[in-house]
């Protein structure tokens, strides 16, 4: 059974850092694609970081330089470092996997809850 939990959000002024993980099972971690969306009502999913199999990184331009997105494959484990912090970086927070990288969020086969990040001015 595939299984993607996050964990780390909560509050957080503008101008803090706060520090999303995810943790998976049930399927090979090394070879998918992890990425990071986020979603606030009544708007659509938009994809925040992707981290290939083979390390390599991409970002949506509202978070460059801002976020970092690192993997553990000997942990199972894909992390959101998130950095200065605005408001409107509020959302609901959701990993997502998939065998290649891309910014549509249809094309992600595995899912997780989410976690929700809110700042505050």
């Known amino acids: 059974q595939v299984r993607l939990v996050e964990s780390g959000g909560g509050s957080v002024q503008a101008g803090g850092s706060l520090r999303l993980s995810c943790a998976v099972s049930g399927y090979t971690f090394s070879r998918y694609c992890m990425a990071w969306f986020r979603q606030n009502s009544g708007k659509e999913r938009e994809g925040v970081a992707a981290?290939?199999?083979?390390?390599?990184?991409t970002y949506a331009d509202s978070v460059k330089g801002r976020f970092t997105i690192s993997r553990d494959n000997a942990k199972n484990t894909v992390n959101l470092q998130m950095s200065s912090l605005r408001p409107e970086d509020t959302a609901m927070y959701y990993c997502a996997a998939d065998q290649g990288c891309g910014w549509s969020p249809g094309r992600y086969v595995y899912w997780g809850q989410g976690t929700h990040v809110t700042v505050s001015s």
């Open positions: 981290i290939n199999s083979d390390g390599s990184t």
